[in-house]
Protein backbone atom coordinates (compact mmCIF):
# COMPACT_ATOMS: atom_id res chain seq x y z
CA UNK A 1 0.00 0.00 0.00
CA UNK A 2 2.59 2.82 0.79
CA UNK A 3 4.62 1.61 -1.97
CA UNK A 4 1.42 2.03 -4.36
CA UNK A 5 1.45 5.60 -2.68
CA UNK A 6 4.90 6.51 -2.58
CA UNK A 7 4.35 5.48 -6.54
CA UNK A 8 1.07 7.55 -7.20
CA UNK A 9 3.30 10.60 -5.69
CA UNK A 10 5.80 9.88 -8.06
CA UNK A 11 3.94 9.63 -11.13
CA UNK A 12 1.80 12.94 -10.77
CA UNK A 13 4.77 14.56 -9.98
CA UNK A 14 6.79 13.33 -12.54
CA UNK A 15 3.93 14.01 -15.00
CA UNK A 16 3.55 17.71 -14.12
CA UNK A 17 7.63 18.39 -14.22
CA UNK A 18 7.63 16.70 -17.46
CA UNK A 19 4.96 18.86 -18.77
CA UNK A 20 5.69 21.73 -17.09
CA UNK A 21 9.28 21.26 -18.68
CA UNK A 22 7.56 20.69 -22.39
CA UNK A 23 5.52 23.79 -22.31
CA UNK A 24 8.05 25.97 -20.77
CA UNK A 25 10.94 24.89 -23.51
CA UNK A 26 9.33 23.25 -26.11
CA UNK A 27 5.65 24.30 -26.81
CA UNK A 28 6.05 27.89 -25.70
CA UNK A 29 8.68 28.74 -27.72
CA UNK A 30 7.38 26.72 -31.18
CA UNK A 31 4.06 28.86 -30.92
CA UNK A 32 6.16 31.95 -32.03
CA UNK A 33 8.96 30.19 -34.24
CA UNK A 34 9.41 31.57 -37.46
CA UNK A 35 7.75 28.30 -39.14
CA UNK A 36 4.68 28.81 -37.41
CA UNK A 37 4.45 32.90 -37.52
CA UNK A 38 5.04 31.58 -41.85
CA UNK A 39 1.61 29.66 -41.35
CA UNK A 40 -0.18 32.20 -38.91
CA UNK A 41 0.02 35.63 -38.18
CA UNK A 42 0.71 36.35 -34.37
CA UNK A 43 -2.52 37.08 -33.54
CA UNK A 44 -3.78 33.54 -34.08
CA UNK A 45 -0.43 32.34 -32.73
CA UNK A 46 -1.05 34.18 -29.45
CA UNK A 47 -4.94 32.92 -29.28
CA UNK A 48 -3.71 29.38 -29.44
CA UNK A 49 -0.74 29.70 -26.79
CA UNK A 50 -3.91 31.22 -24.73
CA UNK A 51 -6.21 28.02 -25.09
CA UNK A 52 -2.94 25.75 -24.50
CA UNK A 53 -2.38 27.73 -21.47
CA UNK A 54 -5.77 27.64 -20.11
CA UNK A 55 -5.56 23.67 -20.28
CA UNK A 56 -2.25 23.81 -18.65
CA UNK A 57 -3.88 25.49 -15.82
CA UNK A 58 -5.81 23.12 -15.42
CA UNK A 59 -4.19 20.01 -15.57
CA UNK A 60 -1.27 22.03 -12.91
CA UNK A 61 -4.58 22.58 -10.64
CA UNK A 62 -5.39 18.98 -10.93
CA UNK A 63 -1.60 17.91 -10.38
CA UNK A 64 -0.88 20.38 -7.49
CA UNK A 65 -4.07 19.08 -5.82
CA UNK A 66 -3.40 15.37 -6.31
CA UNK A 67 0.14 16.28 -4.64
CA UNK A 68 -1.19 17.39 -1.94
CA UNK A 69 -3.52 15.20 -1.18
CA UNK A 70 -1.74 12.29 -1.03
CA UNK A 71 0.82 13.92 1.35
CA UNK A 72 -2.27 14.63 3.58
CA UNK A 73 -3.03 10.71 2.81
CA UNK A 74 0.63 9.55 3.68
CA UNK A 75 0.04 12.00 6.91
CA UNK A 76 -2.72 9.85 7.59
CA UNK A 77 -1.71 6.74 6.89
CA UNK A 78 1.70 6.28 8.34
CA UNK A 79 1.08 9.18 11.20
CA UNK A 80 4.34 10.51 9.71
CA UNK A 81 4.17 14.50 10.52
CA UNK A 82 5.32 15.70 6.75
CA UNK A 83 8.13 18.01 6.98
CA UNK A 84 6.81 21.60 7.15
CA UNK A 85 9.35 22.94 4.35
CA UNK A 86 7.46 20.45 2.10
CA UNK A 87 3.99 21.90 2.94
CA UNK A 88 5.19 25.15 2.17
CA UNK A 89 6.10 24.47 -1.11
CA UNK A 90 3.49 22.59 -2.07
CA UNK A 91 1.50 25.73 -0.58
CA UNK A 92 3.21 27.74 -2.60
CA UNK A 93 2.48 26.00 -6.02
CA UNK A 94 -0.26 26.02 -5.59
CA UNK A 95 -0.47 29.46 -4.64
CA UNK A 96 1.48 30.26 -7.93
CA UNK A 97 -0.80 28.01 -10.41
CA UNK A 98 -4.09 29.86 -9.04
CA UNK A 99 -2.51 32.73 -9.60
CA UNK A 100 -1.19 32.22 -12.86
CA UNK A 101 -4.03 31.17 -13.99
CA UNK A 102 -6.99 33.59 -12.45
CA UNK A 103 -5.12 36.43 -12.31
CA UNK A 104 -1.94 36.34 -14.87
CA UNK A 105 -3.61 34.63 -18.01
CA UNK A 106 -6.90 36.91 -17.54
CA UNK A 107 -5.20 40.18 -17.86
CA UNK A 108 -2.97 39.30 -20.17
CA UNK A 109 -5.92 37.76 -22.20
CA UNK A 110 -7.39 41.06 -21.84
CA UNK A 111 -4.43 43.10 -23.31
CA UNK A 112 -3.73 40.74 -26.00
CA UNK A 113 -7.34 41.72 -27.29
CA UNK A 114 -6.77 45.39 -26.67
CA UNK A 115 -3.20 44.96 -28.75
CA UNK A 116 -4.90 43.48 -31.17
CA UNK A 117 -8.75 44.99 -31.96
CA UNK A 118 -8.91 46.62 -34.87
CA UNK A 119 -10.95 49.77 -33.07
CA UNK A 120 -8.90 50.87 -30.47
CA UNK A 121 -6.25 54.04 -31.09
CA UNK A 122 -2.33 53.41 -32.04
CA UNK A 123 -1.76 54.96 -28.23
CA UNK A 124 -4.41 52.40 -26.58
CA UNK A 125 -2.49 49.55 -28.59
CA UNK A 126 1.02 50.53 -27.66
CA UNK A 127 0.10 50.79 -23.58
CA UNK A 128 -1.62 47.62 -23.81
CA UNK A 129 1.83 46.07 -25.56
CA UNK A 130 3.69 47.74 -23.02
CA UNK A 131 1.78 46.18 -19.77
CA UNK A 132 1.33 43.00 -21.90
CA UNK A 133 5.07 42.43 -22.06
CA UNK A 134 5.41 43.17 -18.22
CA UNK A 135 2.84 41.18 -16.84
CA UNK A 136 3.88 38.38 -19.18
CA UNK A 137 7.29 38.79 -17.83
CA UNK A 138 6.20 38.15 -14.40
CA UNK A 139 3.67 34.79 -15.09
CA UNK A 140 7.28 33.83 -17.16
CA UNK A 141 9.20 34.13 -13.58
CA UNK A 142 6.17 32.48 -11.91
CA UNK A 143 6.63 29.78 -14.41
CA UNK A 144 10.00 29.18 -13.40
CA UNK A 145 9.66 29.05 -10.22
CA UNK A 146 7.04 26.69 -10.49
CA UNK A 147 8.97 24.73 -12.48
CA UNK A 148 12.23 24.85 -10.01
CA UNK A 149 9.85 24.00 -7.39
CA UNK A 150 7.91 21.11 -8.86
CA UNK A 151 11.72 19.66 -9.28
CA UNK A 152 12.48 20.08 -5.80
CA UNK A 153 9.56 18.64 -5.18
CA UNK A 154 10.15 15.67 -7.44
CA UNK A 155 13.70 15.44 -5.72
CA UNK A 156 12.06 14.77 -2.49
CA UNK A 157 9.98 13.00 -3.31
CA UNK A 158 12.18 10.44 -5.24
CA UNK A 159 14.88 10.54 -1.78
CA UNK A 160 14.89 7.70 0.86
CA UNK A 161 12.50 8.94 3.56
CA UNK A 162 14.79 9.78 6.79
CA UNK A 163 13.55 7.51 9.92
CA UNK A 164 13.25 9.67 12.79
CA UNK A 165 14.64 8.55 16.21
CA UNK A 166 11.73 7.51 18.15
CA UNK A 167 9.24 7.09 15.45
CA UNK A 168 7.25 4.00 14.88
CA UNK A 169 6.37 3.61 11.20
CA UNK A 170 4.02 0.15 9.56
CA UNK A 171 6.10 -2.57 8.73
CA UNK A 172 9.29 -1.10 11.46
CA UNK A 173 10.14 -3.47 14.42
CA UNK A 174 11.13 -1.25 16.98
Same mark, same amino acid.
Given at each position: ???????????????????? /????? #???????????????????????????????????????????????????? *?? @???? @???????????????? #?? *? /??????????? !??????????????? #????? @???? !???????? !?????????? *???????? @??????? #?? !??
Amino acid at each position: MLQAMRFSSLLIVAVWLGAT /VFLTF #GAGPAFFSPAVLEVIPRYHAGRVAQVVLDSFFEFQLVCSWLAAVLVLVDWAT *TG @RLPR @RWVLGLLGLLLALVLV #GG *T /VLQPKLRRLHA !VMYAPNTSLVQKEEA #GSLFR @RWHG !VSQVGNLI !VLAGVALYFW *TLASPVPV @RPGMMYP #GR !VA
